[in-house]
């Protein structure tokens, strides 16, 4: 069974701040990596895919993949409370599907 | 205005009936998920479908049945056999393997009680 693993938190972050929110996974065959932000009694709406090592930036956001270690990040800059959320990350398991992580609940404290 | 819509929002069960929950897409995606989120959980995967008329079973499908005659619609049904069905129910769409890299977008979800 692939795992994907988050920090539950709560991790809480003074607006204006940069949050950062972390997750390992056990396949190193994995391919493809999302992170996907869902409010409270809300579906997942996905904010970032990342396929390369390295940085991706979208607005606020900038995803980080690090291959060899296994890890994938999600940085927001300029947290605003609107961004309080879980955010789950979830990465391929062969061509078809996703293995999700159990989220990280963010909060921005103004 | 293209997406995937859920019906219904809410819906109550009591025990021992089955349940359908319906999924439409009109993305032309080919792929379609249902998945079950618990309280503080993350997502579980129930069954999938990759082509019409053909489907798979997720990790967690005991109880669960599902079909795919057209391409836009992926219904499930909540059996009895299904031991505790009160959970958020959430489908989604991807391009599929012609798409490449599997981005899943979610349609609003269902929320089933079992009285």
């Known amino acids: 069974q692939k795992e994907v693993e988050q920090n539950s938190g709560p991790l809480s972050v003074p607006e204006g701040a940069i949050a950062s929110l972390n997750c390992t996974y056990s396949d190193r065959g994995s391919q493809s990596f999302f992170w996907y932000r869902q409010y409270s009694g809300k579906s997942p709406e996905l904010i970032m895919s990342i396929y390369s090592n390295g940085d991706k930036e979208d607005g606020r956001f900038t995803a980080q993949l690090n291959k060899a270690s296994q890890y994938v990040s999600l ?33 921005i404290n103004p | 205005d293209g997406g995937i819509t859920q019906s219904p929002k809410y819906l109550f069960r009591k025990e021992g009936q089955n349940v359908t929950l319906s999924c439409e897409q009109n993305l032309n995606h080919d792929a379609m998920y249902w998945y079950r989120q618990d309280p503080g959980q993350g997502l579980r995967l129930i069954y999938y479908s990759q082509i019409v008329n053909d489907f798979q079973k997720g990790d967690i499908a005991e109880g669960y049945s599902v079909s795919r005659e057209k391409k836009e619609s992926f219904p499930l049904t909540v059996t009895s056999a299904q031991k505790n069905p009160t959970a958020f129910y959430l489908c989604a769409s991807s391009a599929g393997l012609a798409g490449g890299y599997n981005e899943q977008f979610f349609g609003p979800g269902t929320r089933l009680t079992v009285l």
């Open chain 1, 75 to 107: 940085l927001i800059r300029d947290s605003q409370p609107s961004d309080s959320a879980t955010y789950l990350c979830a990465v391929n398991e062969g061509a078809q599907k996703l293995v999700f992580g159990q989220g990280t609940r963010l909060t």
